[in-house]
């Protein structure tokens, strides 16, 4: 059987509503069959984004200290509460056939976990899964979060990895609602400085290895591409 093959996309920085329209695009495509699986992987300007079961109340630092550290606020219709997203952070967003992959939420959940575990376990970070908390947890600290949004069975939106980012700003935030946990980063967690560009590659080949993809890199990305059905490398 010939391994499926998903197009992976390093792209720069992406503001989140712009990146939330991109893949409203690519979900399209995906769910015409005119391209195949698709991985984004890219950062946000610091950005606190509030999902389907999130509230205005989650955040909890003046509005005036958002404004001076550049933090906007954006609604989603992605699963969970509030969240931080900025620079230091790998964000991954999986434009995925549920449906093609036999794969029902839960697992497909399980298998975005298993690949950020897997990532971890090779930078000698013993992370697990923490019952009734979606995403990864090293100890009591949240290093990566997952929300979805799937339609047609294919999914959207997908995790935040911790990788440098400035902590400070999950503070301005019940992170996911929850307050009696804490959130880490990579870079805290082994002791020293390591980028998002380091870790992309690593992460590509763990999430291959998990959902059995054989990873291609794609060229490039744009609107035109996306509606020509062309974008399958």
Not at 116 to 130: F, G, H, M, P, T
Not at 146 to 171: E, K, P, Q
Request: proline share 5%; glycine share 8%; charged share 20%.
């Amino acid at each position: 059987m010939q391994q499926k093959v998903f197009l992976t996309y390093n792209l720069p920085l992406v503001e989140f509503q712009e990146a939330s329209q991109l893949q409203k695009r690519l979900v399209q495509a995906r769910i015409a069959g005119r391209i195949p699986d698709v991985l984004l992987l890219l950062e946000h300007p610091p950005v606190l984004t509030i999902g389907r079961s999130g509230t205005i109340k989650d955040i909890i630092a003046p509005m005036e200290i958002l404004a001076q550290e550049g933090i906007s606020i954006s609604h989603t219709d992605r699963g969970g509460g509030v969240t931080y997203h900025g620079p230091g952070q790998l964000v991954g967003y999986p434009i995925l056939s549920l449906k093609e992959h036999r794969l029902s939420v839960s697992q497909y959940v399980w298998n975005l976990e298993a690949a950020i575990i897997k990532l971890l376990l090779d930078l000698s970070i013993y992370a697990q899964r923490v019952p009734k908390y979606p995403g990864v947890w090293v100890g009591e600290e949240k290093v990566c979060a997952i929300g979805l949004y799937i339609t047609h069975y294919v999914t959207r939106h997908g995790f935040a990895l911790n990788v440098n980012t400035n902590l400070r700003c999950f503070s301005y935030i019940n992170p996911c609602g929850i307050t009696d946990k804490a959130v880490t980063s990579i870079s805290k967690l082994l002791g020293y400085e390591i980028t998002v560009d380091e870790i992309k590659q690593p992460l590509v080949q763990a999430f291959s290895q998990v959902f059995k993809f054989k990873p291609k890199q794609g060229d490039r990305i744009d609107k035109c591409l996306i509606t020509s059905g062309s974008l399958n490398g």
